[in-house]
């Protein structure tokens, strides 16, 4: 009778467990449903689109592509196919600099003069941490270049466009005073590392950050002329055509460069939980992710190429970014270890509107209702670096 019981119990626990295994696979396959669903204009064989990932628990539970990486040979996106991730790329430069300041080559209130000696004195300390918070008061190096009468499409020397930045008599306010998201910032940053490590941007970031956690795709472009396999083409929408190629030969670093695609953002994402760089201090991950604070102590709302806010009642960090014809969205929710990656190559798509209506789909249990807390967002960002040149037309 006890072996029978037992045998009995046994069965019956294997069936339950079963049952849910199937009840949780149906849950994920209607949500990966409801997701696919916000794709179908870009399903298709005749127009650009992106590439998704939805992480959860340090996995992927929806990893897919919609549309064409490339429409003139007919080649559809994949999950590794690689995107210029516009100003997504400007917190991998900031974890250069923060790798730097832990093994004692810079320190983040350094006077950045003390690395770049040519830039203008204006008066008042101009540090590191200014640069990483955009509270410099240093003008849009994109705005200065249409000043100038040039198109950043074409190619803007690295060189030129530093003197062009030095050349500002005054800054925009007093260093520390406020926030105004500046590209100019990022690019003094990249400047700066490169002084620092005696390494290319590339380099640094390749040997300190991608491969160590096995970012294998992703790298810093910093010749327009190098081949990238598995490239996504940009494009924009043309009432007359339908679609065009967005062609640059842009390729300066620092306020963005990086190419990558979907898949290499697990590990980049895993790495926030559990900090692998460096000496693997968390210490690192707390600094990144940590708002800036202005002149009269009052948060500026940006950490270090991370933007710290609340969605429906949680709390979320992300970032934004679009140059061209590319288009990419970051949001992490960190306490519920959930995030969504989503990189574009139409440059009317909207990333970061999908990347919430997909948390929408998975954390609905988690949000509260929109009538509760109304639609929250995260603080100031322009998280461009720069307008799409097509609304120019």
Request: proline share 4%.
């Amino acid at each position: 009778m006890k072996l029978r019981f037992r045998a009995t119990g046994i069965i019956i626990l294997i069936s339950f467990c079963f049952s849910l295994h199937i009840t949780f696979g149906q849950t994920q396959n209607d949500q990966a449903a409801l997701v696919k669903n916000l794709f179908q204009e870009w399903d298709s064989s005749q127009s650009p689109g992106c590439s998704v990932g939805v992480i959860r628990e340090g996995r992927f539970v929806f990893k897919e592509s919609f549309g064409m990486a490339d429409m003139e040979r007919n080649t559809a996106l994949q999950p590794d196919s690689m995107f210029y991730a516009c100003s997504v790329s400007k917190q991998f430069v900031a974890m250069c600099a923060l790798l730097l300041e832990e093994d004692g080559k810079l320190k983040l209130d350094d006077n950045i003069r003390a690395y770049l000696p040519a830039f203008p004195d204006y008066g008042t300390p101009l540090t590191i941490r200014h640069l990483l918070h955009h509270t410099s008061g240093i003008r849009d190096y994109f705005s200065l270049w249409e000043m100038a009468g040039y198109d950043f499409q074409d190619y803007m020397p690295a060189e030129a466009v530093y003197e062009l930045i030095c050349r500002q008599k005054n800054l925009n306010f007093t260093p520390g005073e406020q926030h105004m998201y500046s590209n100019s910032c990022y690019f003094l940053l990249y400047k700066i590392i490169e002084k620092a490590s005696g390494k290319t941007l590339r380099e640094y970031a390749d040997e300190n950050i991608f491969k160590p956690l096995r970012m294998n795709h992703s790298f810093f472009h910093d010749d327009y002329r190098r081949l990238i396999p598995n490239r996504a083409l940009g494009y924009y929408s043309s009432p007359e055509h339908g679609y065009l190629n967005m062609i640059s030969r842009f390729d300066l670093v620092g306020s963005g460069g990086m190419f990558t695609c979907v898949e290499d953002f697990l590990p980049w994402d895993s790495n926030f939980y559990e900090n692998q760089l460096g000496k693997k201090n968390q210490a690192l991950i707390t600094k990144m992710v940590t708002s800036g604070k202005l002149n009269n102590g009052k948060d500026a709302g940006y950490a270090l190429a991370l933007v710290p806010g609340s969605y429906r009642g949680l709390e979320i960090i992300e970032h934004s970014g679009s140059l061209g014809g590319y288009r990419a969205h970051y949001l992490r929710f960190p306490e519920q270890k959930f995030s969504v990656v989503i990189l574009s190559n139409l440059s009317s798509f909207d990333p970061k509107l999908k990347t919430r209506e997909i948390a929408d789909i998975y954390l609905a249990d988690n949000l509260q209702s929109r009538g509760e807390v109304g639609i929250q967002e995260s603080g100031p960002q322009k998280d461009e670096e720069n307008p799409d040149p097509a609304k120019k037309s």
